[in-house]
Structures are given as C-alpha cells and as structure tokens.
C-alpha cells in the first residue's frame, strides 16, 4: 500500500460504516487523518467507531442525510469533535432502490434514491464548503458511478441519480476553481459489497458481464483512488470523473 499524506486532516466520509466508505476511513486513518463517519445504520456505525479508532481518532455520527437540518448538525458535531476543522468531504453514501423498468418502478422508490444519491450530496456540501472556504483548502470526492455515465437498464432511477451527481461535481469544481477547493467524482463498476443485497442476481450478472476485466471491484482498489483525490497532490484537477470500471467506460 502506497503512503498517502493526509496529516493532519479531518475528514467526513458518508456511508463510512461498511463497503468503499469504509475502507476509504480505514486508508485515511492509516494515512494520518481524523475521520468522522456519517451514517444512518446505528449498529454498523458502533462497530465500524470500534474497529477503526484502533487506527487513530475517529468519530461516528448517525445522521439522515437527506434532512438539512441533520445534515447542519452532523456538521457542527464533527467540528466540536475534532479541532474545528473539515478538510476532507467524501460522499460516498448511497442506495439502489432495486431494480425494475422504469415504467414498474414505485415512485416513491424513485424520489428516495434521488434524495439520497443526489440531494443529500447536495446538503452536505452546502454545509461544509463555507468551513472550507475560510480555510483556503478543502477536497470534496463524490462517489457517483458508471451507470451515471451509462445509463443501466432496470435501474434508471440509480443511474440518473449517479448522472446528476456527475453534474453537480462539474458545476461545483467550476465555481471553486479558484478558492483552493477541489471537487472531483469517480465512476465506480460494482463493487461486491451490502448494495448487492437490493439487487436481482440478473442485474448482478449484467454488471460483470460489461467489465473486461471480468471481475469486479475491489473496496481497497477505490480507496487508493478516492485517497489520493482527498490529498494535497490532487492539485490541478477539478470538476473532474475518474474511472473506476475495470475497461468498461467508453469516455
């Protein structure tokens, strides 16, 4: 595992209690950041606190964050805990809300997997950008996917939220380009973790089938990625998606 320099640093990573989020806390903390884990699953969220403070100081907090206000005081938390600092902002959180064509889909399905993928990003990083602004630094890693880029069949409600987070990751790079703030996403093929759970096995299939690689993602190999966007050497780059997809994205 390369060192990666994150000394000193405070991040926030949603969804930290298990999968990618995880393991980006687990890379952070061996790489000199304070952690403060996000998450609405309180008993995952205890043992994952547990686990990890073994690495260095941690914080968990069990936050909806689709609620603004929750979001503001999982904010105001986070800072009381550890220095007065958010350096880091990882959103990572996020669901699948099963699979169906989009005519069969439930439309309450629909408005909560936008709600979650999209407008909980959106919250989150209305809350912490003003702390990263009167810093002069801050590194904002939005998890979106490849079916963001492509569009997966029977899943259209995922899909079009992992596109809108693409797109408020271009729009906010854009407008902190010059405040010392970088934000940039990653487009991520599957990685085998809890999300499979809520899927079919057919879709599970259809997802390997597109990787040439033939496999899917590892929880590390993301972590590496999303590292190294979360540090200082990610200097130059901004609004930007990097891919995760084993082959598979065609742009």
């Known amino acids: 595992m390369n060192q990666l320099d994150l000394a000193g640093r405070i991040a926030v990573i949603t969804g930290g209690a298990r999968g990618i989020g995880y393991a980006v806390a687990e890379r952070m903390l061996r790489s000199g ?16 606190g547990e686990a990890l403070s073994k690495l260095g100081p941690v914080s968990t907090h069990s936050v909806e964050l689709t609620e603004e206000g929750a979001v503001q005081q999982a904010v105001d938390d986070t800072l009381a805990r550890h220095g007065g600092r958010i350096d880091i902002l990882v959103n990572n959180a996020g669901i699948t809300g099963g699979n169906g064509t989009t005519w069969e889909l439930d ?7 936008i709600e979650v993928n999209l407008v909980a990003p959106f919250l989150t990083c209305r809350a912490i950008v003003p702390h990263m602004l009167r810093q002069g630094y801050g590194r904002i890693v939005n998890i979106a996917s490849i079916a963001g880029k492509e569009g997966n069949p029977n899943a259209s409600h ?6 809108g987070l693409i797109g408020l990751t271009k729009s906010l790079g ?25 899927m079919t ?21 993301a972590a590496s990625l ?13 609004g930007a998606v990097f891919d995760l997809s084993g082959g598979r994205a065609s742009y």
């Open 33 to 48: 950041a304070g952690v403060a884990i996000w998450d609405l699953d309180a008993q995952a969220l205890a043992q994952a």
């Open 107 to 113: 439309p309450q399905t629909w408005r909560r997997v």
């Open 158 to 163: 995922y899909s079009a939220s992992k596109a």
């Open 174 to 198: 854009k407008e902190l380009a010059t405040k010392g703030v970088m934000v940039n996403a990653v487009t991520p093929a599957a990685a085998k973790t809890a999300i499979f759970d809520s």
């Open 201 to 221: 096995q057919a879709h599970i299939d259809f997802m390997l089938s597109k990787i040439p690689m033939g496999r899917f993602l590892q929880v590390d190999e």
């Open 226 to 238: 999303i590292g190294w966007l979360a540090s200082e050497d990610c200097a130059f780059s901004t």
